[in-house]
T-cell receptor
Framework: GQQVMQIPQYQHVQEGEDFTTYCNSSTTLSNIQWYKQRPGGHPVFLIQLVKSGEVKKQKRLTFQFGEAKKNSSLHITATQTTDVGTYFCAGPFGNEKLTFGTGTRLTIIP | DSGVTQTPKHLITATGQRVTLRCSPRSGDLSVYWYQQSLDQGLQFLIQYYNGEERAKGNILERFSAQQFPDLHSELNLSSLELGDSALYFC?????????????FGQGTRLTVV
């Protein structure tokens, strides 16, 4: 099935370091969503971005939507052990279905 | 608690068998999505229903089928099961009909085919 690449696929960081994951689409998106899935859990909605160049913050998390609405990033400042999990972007990539990216798995080294 | 209920939580069955997974969406949500997540893999879109009608289809196998009932709950039927069908199956619901509203996921059904 259609998948959207996220990079990196895996990221191991020392607790307190920053983390960034990127999501790229070949087509312009009407919106992009971000989800977090804890180990053994289910995906949980974090945020939705709609406007070109939009930046939204949730505490230590910063979400960005590219000017061309084809890419997005999630940046976590000063990671904590509670940030462990897989982060997915999702959106209507090339179609109207809610398609998920391949995800970035974040592990924290205490 | 997302408000989306999936049953059963775990299912172990033999190859060649047929199973039914059930999903009750959040109160008021008209859209139901089904996703398959294999071990350490991403979320593969299977199918979406909106208010009882099929809205979008992913690469769902012909051995798989789904429906959404008048009370909006949905069932995913998997038949002639193969070992490779072992996976987590998630149901999600949303208030909208397109990919423009947030989706709420259930806890998933872990299917093991032996």
């Amino acid at each position: 099935g259609q998948q959207v690449m996220q990079i990196p696929q895996y990221q191991h960081v020392q607790e307190g370091e920053d983390f960034t994951t990127y999501c790229n689409s070949s087509t312009t998106l009407s919106n992009i969503q971000w989800y977090k899935q804890r180990p053994g859990g289910h995906p949980v909605f974090l945020i939705q971005l709609v406007k070109s160049g939009e930046v939204k913050k949730q505490k230590r998390l910063t979400f960005q939507f590219g000017e061309a609405k084809k890419n997005s990033s999630l940046h976590i400042t000063a990671t904590q052990t509670t940030d462990v999990g897989t982060y997915f972007c999702a959106g209507p990539f090339g179609n109207e279905k809610l398609t998920f990216g391949t995800g970035t798995r974040l592990t924290i080294i205490p | 608690d997302s408000g989306v209920t999936q049953t059963p939580k775990h299912l172990i069955t033999a190859t060649g068998q047929r199973v039914t997974l059930r999903c009750s969406p959040r109160s008021g949500d008209l859209s139901v999505y089904w996703y398959q997540q294999s071990l350490d893999q991403g979320l593969q879109f299977l199918i979406q229903y909106y208010n009882g009608e099929e809205r979008a289809k992913g690469n769902i196998l012909e051995r798989f089928s789904a429906q959404q009932f008048p009370d909006l709950h949905s069932e995913l039927n998997l038949s002639s099961l193969e070992l490779g069908d072992s996976a987590l199956y998630f149901c999600a619901s949303s208030g909208g009909q397109g990919a423009d509203t947030e989706a709420f996921f259930g806890q998933g059904t872990r299917l093991t085919v032996v």
